[in-house]
């Protein structure tokens, strides 16, 4: 298996509660950028990570929303209190270092908050 | 920050042509990628243009005008497999960071 990887691709959460999403990129990427997609909506740019290191998170919400990216184990996104809004498609994509500048992405989750 | 548009939707019939506009305005220009994405599942990419002029991959091909900010995906041969969604984006700078458009909804019928 060589693609991006994230889990859970589907997500079903009660409003308040907590929401995880994994991101395993692509082997040899250590760049990750995490992409919301709502229901006939672009994708937008939430964080981009490398190892350790958040560089832009510019398109995350200033609350509830946090993203890491270990130096060991995937990227998780965290969302807190999860209202009706934060519905949608989160997508992780991964690049290698010093290539073109293609973005790899994955399945996505799919995060349905009742 | 970057403002780019596509049109929402088109049709073809299956065999014919179609070209997806998309205009952008950005600094910083550093490339412009065409994805597709079928309902439900991860874009995949299609192409990648940095210098003005037209890139072929068999039944698909990408223009650039940077000038004109300025670019084109055009379909030949429309199987119905092609039906999707078929995203726009452009790179600033050097961090891969990349920006989507709204997206083209292409329906191919028989």
């Known amino acids: 298996n060589a693609g991006v990887m994230q889990n859970p691709r589907h997500l079903v959460r009660r409003r308040g509660q907590e929401a995880r999403l994994r991101c395993s990129p692509m082997?040899?990427?250590?760049?990750v950028y995490w992409y919301r997609q709502l229901p006939e909506e672009g994708l937008k740019f939430m964080v981009y990570?490398?190892?350790?290191?958040?560089?832009?998170e510019s398109g995350m919400p200033k609350e509830r929303f946090s993203a890491e990216f270990p130096k060991e184990g995937p990227s998780i996104l965290r969302i807190q209190q999860v209202v009706r809004g934060d519905s949608a498609a989160y997508f992780c994509?991964?690049?290698?270092?010093?290539?073109?500048?293609?973005?790899?992405f994955g399945e996505g989750s799919r995060l349905t908050v009742l | 920050g970057q403002n780019i548009d596509q049109p929402t939707e088109m049709t073809a019939t299956e065999g014919a042509i179609v070209q997806i506009n998309c205009t952008y305005q950005?600094?910083?220009?550093?490339?412009l990628f065409w994805y597709q994405q079928h309902a439900g599942e991860a874009p995949t990419f299609l192409s990648y243009?940095?210098?003005?002029g037209l890139e072929e991959k068999g039944r698909f091909s990408s223009f650039l005008s940077r000038s004109k900010g300025y670019s084109y995906l055009l379909l030949k041969e429309l199987q119905m497999k092609d039906s999707a969604s078929y995203l726009c984006?452009?790179?600033?700078?050097?961090?891969?960071?990349?920006?989507f458009g709204a997206g083209t909804t292409v329906t191919v019928r028989a």
């Open positions: 994509a991964s690049s290698p270092q010093g290539d073109t500048g293609e973005l790899f």
């Open positions: 990570l490398q190892k350790e290191n958040i560089i832009d």
């Open positions: 950005t600094s910083g220009f550093n490339g």
């Open positions: 243009n940095v210098l003005d």
């Open positions: 984006a452009v790179r600033e700078g050097v961090d891969y960071k990349l920006s």
């Open positions: 082997k040899g990427h250590s760049h």
